[in-house]
């Protein structure tokens, strides 16, 4: 049986950081909301608890029954989950000061603590909260205090419960990997025993048992995901699965060819669909970014659906969902930013089967899965790439011709990201076609032509980013190439917007 760490969520950002973080100790682990602990699952081994947006006092507060919990699995609460395990047992939580946020050092700490065993001398620490433990229930221990927070651990007496004001989990906190496996591997009696290569092992065998002799369909999309959910299910069941990959018309450039190639070389059986021409009619004038999305992500399921129906007797959809699509939101707000368009409406559509071999995986452990299945680097290195492609970085309404400007203009800044060592260090890069005419001259010839936007961010899972500090000397080569080669364009821009407030992708 698998064994695993449960991290109940409530609601911070970096709760699945720390789960990242626990598998990087190959530790298994689930995040499940905090009310939904998996009473009866005999492979828990221990139970962290996550910080939360919300103080303990107030009302909208997600508050949980620890009762079935403690005493029966190691507790680890971390900021939130600290404060509540401490105001909940009677000790007191109160607004700091100030808000605390950003680095501090465990001045002093119980180096002999089974949680702190490790820990350098001051070691650095993440803080972000709001609240402070101003007392510890009684028979509750300090075991590590920063200049400004008396209560920075504690731990209960004589029982494996410990709290953490700061993030161990934040990469900031130079000592929260050796915590966190204090904690998963010392504490719980964790094993270690979650790798890619357990993974693929485990999932073939269960993909072989679960689909015996059936036929399944996948939509693939160039991107990572689906790319790696193809090849471990081709692993499990061979020709039995048929890949569609379907060129919408707004890939980059020679995407659809080289990409094909690439499925090809791996061994899938893959049918490549030319439906270029049916997305560029229903797309003829349209420029809401919204209705846009709309469009390509129904055509795309029609595409997929009519093409589907061709292969006899299929009784499974297959996806490459992963991990961090299926964790169930706590989301405070739920606002709708942008409909992504992938297979999402897929399922019920077809009314057949869902399989989703990478349902349990974080992005880094699919990257390693692929690695592990011998994918290539740069398949696997592949930035992202949104569902709807160019037609979401074309400004306005789309025509082939824009869409071709823009794939030539896109194909200079991408090959230069690579030619100069740059691509691997930003997350995702890209042209945008700007609706705006603007003047220039070109040889002693007044020009009145199109603008482009560049846009490259640094980010860890694309719900923050920041804009790519690239050399001057690279935008500077970047930019003359793409006004000297491409026709059409006489200015070119760089994007320096975060996200938030800005998004990645400019619709
Ligand atoms: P935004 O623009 O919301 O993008 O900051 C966040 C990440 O999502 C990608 N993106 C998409 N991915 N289908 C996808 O598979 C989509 O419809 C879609 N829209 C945006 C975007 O490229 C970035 O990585």
Known sequence: MQEKIIILD?????????GRRVRELNMYCEIVPYNKFPHGDESVIGVILSGSPFSVYDEKAFKVDLSGIRGKY???GICYGAQFMAYSNGGKVEPAGTREYGRANLSTFDAENPLLKGVSANSQVWMSHGDTITAIPDNFKIIAS??????AA???VGEKLWGVQFHP?????VDGTQILKNFVV???GGKQDWSAASFIESTVAQLKEQLGNDKVVLGLSGGVDSSVAAVLLNRAIGKNLTCIFVDHGMLRKNEFKNVLHDYECLGLNVIGVDASAKFFGELA????PERKRKIIGKGFIDVFDAEAHKIEDVKWLAQGTIYPDCIESLSITGTTIKSHHNVGGLPEKMKLKLCEPLRLLFKDEVRNVGRELGMPEHLIKRHPFPGPGLAVRILGDITPEKVSVLQEADDIFIQGLRDWGLYDQVWQAGAILLPVQSVGVMGDERTYERAVALRAVTSTDAMTADWAHLPYEFMAKVSNDIINKVKGVNRVCYDISSKPPATIEWE
């Not at 409530?10 to 720390?18: A, P, R, Y």
């Not at 989990?169 to 906190?173: G, K, L, M, T």
Request: glycine share 6%; proline share 3%; aromatic share 10%.
């Open 10 to 18: 409530f609601g911070s950002q970096t709760t699945q950081l720390i």
């Open 74 to 76: 190691p507790l680890l």
């Open 146 to 151: 920063t200049e400004k927070v008396a209560v």
């Open 154 to 156: 504690y731990q209960a």
């Open 169 to 173: 989990e934040v990469f900031h906190s």
């Open 186 to 188: 010392d504490i719980c």
């Open 285 to 288: 004038g349209v420029t809401e």
